[in-house]
């Protein structure tokens, strides 16, 4: 079982960066593949970025190349999501996820976060 608490949403204005944190909970930490979501109001739920288990491998979703970097730290049981240059429309409700298989597709993720609010003003 693996725990994830986000933290690190709020809001801000447009060009300006944030850093989402995600704990985890569980010794098994390490062997997950992690994963970045969001969903915005009245629209699903998308990829946003990617981390294998080892950190050596890190995918993203085209909207958010280049302006977003995964990290993990495994003796910290953390993850973490940079994002600079923010634009109005990365507002939405960011969820950290564990799963068994590195990937951008949501339903390979087995654990969830709560989610924590990221809102960008124009």
């Known amino acids: 079982q693996v725990q994830l608490v986000e933290s690190g949403g709020g809001l801000v204005q447009t060009g300006t960066s944030l850093r989402l944190s995600c704990a985890a909970s569980?010794?098994?930490?390490?062997?997950?593949?992690m994963g970045w979501f969001r969903q915005a109001p009245g629209k699903e739920r998308e990829f946003v970025a990617a981390i294998a288990w080892t950190g050596g491998s890190t995918g993203y979703a085209d909207s958010v190349k280049g302006r977003f970097t995964i990290s993990r730290d495994n003796a910290k049981n953390t993850v973490y999501l940079q994002m600079n240059s923010l634009k109005p429309e990365d507002t939405a409700v960011y969820y950290c996820?564990?799963?068994?298989?590195?990937?951008?597709?949501?339903?390979?993720?087995?654990?969830w976060g709560q989610g924590t609010q990221v809102t960008v003003s124009s």
């Open positions: 996820a564990a799963g068994e298989t590195y990937s951008g597709r949501y339903h390979n993720y087995d654990y």
């Open positions: 569980g010794r098994t930490f390490g062997s997950y593949a």
